[in-house]
């Protein structure tokens, strides 16, 4: 058998087929060729277009299917007997009862309902929000909702359906629209206590149950391939959707990071630590986020995802290379960074300018630089201090996460994004002096993965993600250790110095 994997990404879409037996890839591919856009009208705004969501994932399942017809990667997509999708976290879709999309999506960056959900926190009660929710309503799913509730109640009112960006992908394959316990716990409308939607919610928020779409296990069918789509897409109609996570779940199940202590990474657009525990627990000031992972009551235990997440991570990189080395690849950026030594001779960066930072108390403080010396700094510090910003602030967030209980001991990432910048690599190791293990995975053969499960292919999740294949071990080095602890310390009482102000 072969399955499918669709990661629907912020920047691009990517798509996989895998290999059920073997468990490896035969072929990826992605669209578009640059980063696709992000509406942003006003201060703190950010929407992208489900429409475009979907003609991408057209045009990457296209590619994905030509490199079948090569020599090395040669494969019949009419083979494909499962689909996974694995997509941005947060983003609210609406439909009318046509199906129709009825605004652009309000995505995971988006700030414009920060204000709402701090007062649901209030005025609903923070013992209450945090005993079922496990998170402040905080800027996420349900108080963008209540956001359009507000403001555009036109939109509001011919709302039949709201989806998280990957349930829109799948009724697109299918026709059919569903959830799961973990997405509508990613956008804090579950209650754990009830092991239900929440009716506090709803009520507070004045929204009725029958937008929520049909709850579904998250590895299940959720739908069949209709037989337009399958024409288009070259696959065979009624192939199954058996699995739809949120992609920072997902990244964890493709690291088979399932139980408790496990803890894994991944670095693109945002940056996020996200550990496993058997605890409904939470932070009391909703700074790190808690959801039902994708395994939550497989077995009758739970497992919750413990999710430390920072905005603005390989977008800050991206703007350091279109603003100082638009000429430069990626490799040729990290070159000259490596002739900069440890702490950017103190040129330090605060990487929070993508939207409001839950580690920062959803304060938007946008990024900066500090100690800029025109005399001694060229690009090749602001590479480096661009990389080393963005490891110190995962720092500060793995302190928040020490603080609630979780004691990295190893942590897993795939071989992406800034996990394949030595300089952001070695500098999250030393700083936080913990080793990183560095496998071959992403999110579309998780997704992929996920979806064999699903079918009943795999017993278990751990039996899909059983021939990962480790690429890498980066050890902690004690010099490099103090010299990075140094440098962090001064760049934590720069950001110190600008939550006070």
Not at 107 to 134: P, T
Not at 225 to 249: E, N, R, S
Request: charged fraction near 20%.
């Amino acid at each position: 058998m072969l399955l499918l994997g669709i990661d629907i990404g912020t920047s691009s879409i990517k798509a996989s087929v895998v290999d059920a037996d073997t468990q490896q890839v035969i072929a990826s591919a992605q669209y578009p060729d640059v980063e696709a856009p992000i509406s942003s009208p006003f201060a703190g705004w950010a929407e992208q277009s489900p429409e475009m969501w979907w003609n991408n994932t057209i045009e990457a399942i296209k590619r994905v299917n030509a490199l079948g017809k090569h020599e090395a990667t040669r494969f019949d997509s009419k083979e494909i007997g499962a689909i996974g999708i694995a997509y941005q976290m947060h983003g609210l879709v609406m439909v009318d009862k046509d199906k129709k999309v009825l605004r652009p999506s309000i995505i995971w960056c988006d700030s414009r309902a920060v204000q709402i959900g701090d007062k649901a926190f209030s005025e609903m009660g923070e013992e209450l929000c945090l005993n079922h929710l496990l998170n402040s309503p905080g800027n996420f799913t349900a108080s963008k909702l209540a956001w359009v509730k507000a403001n555009e109640p036109h939109i509001f009112e011919q709302c039949d359906k709201i989806m998280l960006p990957g349930d829109y992908i799948a009724m697109m394959l299918t026709g059919e629209i569903t959830t799961s316990n973990s997405g509508l716990s990613e956008g804090i409308f579950w209650d754990f206590q009830e092991n239900s939607v929440s009716k506090d919610l709803l009520n507070y928020y004045g929204f009725d149950e029958s937008i929520i779409p049909e709850i579904r296990p998250v590895f299940s069918e959720h739908g069949k391939v209709t037989q337009f789509i399958a024409d288009i897409l070259a696959i065979k109609a009624g192939t199954p959707v058996t699995y739809k996570a949120g992609d920072q779940p997902n990244n964890a199940l493709s690291l088979d990071v399932l139980n408790p202590g496990e803890i894994a990474a991944t670095a693109g657009t945002s940056g996020v630590v996200y550990a496993v525990s058997d605890q409904i627990s939470y932070d009391p000031q909703s700074r790190i986020n808690s959801f039902a992972h994708v395994n939550h009551k497989i077995d009758g235990a739970n497992r919750v995802g413990i999710l430390l997440c920072i905005n603005g991570t390989g977008i800050l990189n991206r703007w350091a290379k279109e603003n100082f080395g638009k000429d430069l690849t990626y490799p040729d950026m990290n070159k000259q960074a490596e002739q900069v030594a440890i702490g950017s001779n103190g040129l330090l960066v605060m990487p929070f300018g993508n939207g409001a930072e839950r580690i920062l108390n959803n304060r938007i403080l946008g990024a900066s630089f500090h100690n800029l010396d025109f005399n001694i700094h060229s690009q090749a510090h602001v590479f480096r201090a661009a990389q080393e910003g963005i490891a110190f602030s995962f720092n500060y967030g793995l302190g928040i996460m020490q603080a609630n209980g979780v004691e990295p001991k190893v942590i897993r990432a795939g071989k992406a994004n800034m996990f394949l910048s030595d300089i952001f690599s070695n500098a999250l190791v030393n700083v936080t002096n913990t080793p990183i293990e560095l496998y071959d995975t992403d999110g579309a053969k998780g997704a992929a993965l996920g979806a064999g499960y699903g079918v009943t292919y795999y017993s278990t999740p751990k039996e899909a993600m059983s021939k990962l294949i480790k690429l890498k071990v980066i050890e902690p080095k004690s010099a490099d250790v103090m010299a990075y602890q140094e440098a962090y310390e001064n760049w934590k009482v720069v950001l110190e110095k600008l939550m006070q102000g």
